[in-house]
């Protein structure tokens, strides 16, 4: 499937970014996966179905939002208590959103979704 395909191409991105071959952008990395003219294909359904078949990706996303070095933007973590919490942290605010969840698949989809919206958006 075409969707799963791109899906797939985005779920790679932290891992692609870290290989110490890459000389890319996060930016440039995401355009190359073709979400800039497919945006509208991306769904947190699609990315949930594939993050079941390979939990592996919903790690690398974890340790990508842990690895930000930004003062500004999405945020995707274990929580305090059980489960993970989703959230927007603002230079000049602090923390002005931020949800939990209990399910890890759910919750890195919103996270990706935002996070790419974001990416793209700058």
Same mark, same amino acid.
């Given at each position: 499937m075409i969707n799963d395909e791109l899906v797939l191409r985005i779920l790679n991105i932290p891992r692609t970014f870290f290989n110490p071959t890459n000389d890319n952008s996060v930016y440039s990395l995401l355009k190359q996966t073709g979400y800039f003219r497919e945006k509208d294909k991306v769904d947190e359904?699609?990315?949930? =179905?594939?993050?079941?078949?390979?939990?592996? *990706?919903?790690?690398?996303?974890? @340790?990508?939002?842990? =690895?930000?070095?930004?003062?500004?933007?999405? *945020?995707?973590?274990?929580?305090? @208590?059980?489960g993970y919490t989703l959230g927007y942290l603002d230079s000049e605010k602090g923390i002005i959103k931020q949800e939990d969840y209990l399910d890890a698949r759910t919750v890195c989809a919103k996270y990706i979704i935002l996070e790419i919206e974001s990416i793209r958006s700058s």
């Open positions: 359904k699609t990315i949930i =179905n594939i993050l079941e078949q390979n939990p592996e *990706y919903t790690e690398d996303w974890l @340790d990508w939002s842990a =690895n930000k070095r930004s003062d500004a933007g999405w *945020y995707f973590k274990v929580g305090d @208590d059980k």
